[in-house]
Nanobody, 123 residues
């Protein structure tokens, strides 16, 4: 069983930055693909960004490409999401998720999910 704990959310103004963290409880963390999803009130949970255990280029949703950066520190069992130039429409609960497969990162079919962290961007 893998436990994921998100942190770093908060209330910011449009144009500000935040860095989210996703800490995993497993020593085998380097073998997991990890992604961030977000869910706004009344909307479906959408893919934001993902990074495979294989390495290589990370993936981003078009809506955040160029503003968000995902990275991982396997020594700390942590994945980060640096969010710059935040917009009001980025307001959502952000979840990290982990799985062993390195395919279809954008689909919400992950083995493990965190509890989420709220990000609120005001105008």
């Amino acid at each position: 069983q893998v436990q994921l704990v998100e942190s770093g959310g908060g209330l910011v103004q449009a144009g500000d930055s935040l860095r989210l963290s996703c800490a995993a409880s497993t020593r085998t963390f380097p073998g997991y693909t990890v992604s961030w999803f977000r869910q706004a009130p009344g909307k479906e949970r959408d893919f934001v960004s993902g990074i495979s255990w294989r390495g290589g280029d990370p993936y981003y949703a078009d809506s955040v490409n160029g503003r968000f950066t995902i990275s991982r520190d396997n020594a700390k069992n942590t994945v980060y999401l640096q969010m710059n130039s935040l917009k009001v429409e980025d307001t959502a609960i952000y979840y990290c998720a982990a799985k062993l497969s390195a395919s279809n990162l954008h689909l919400p079919k992950y083995d493990y999910w965190g509890q989420g962290t709220q990000v609120t961007v005001s105008s």
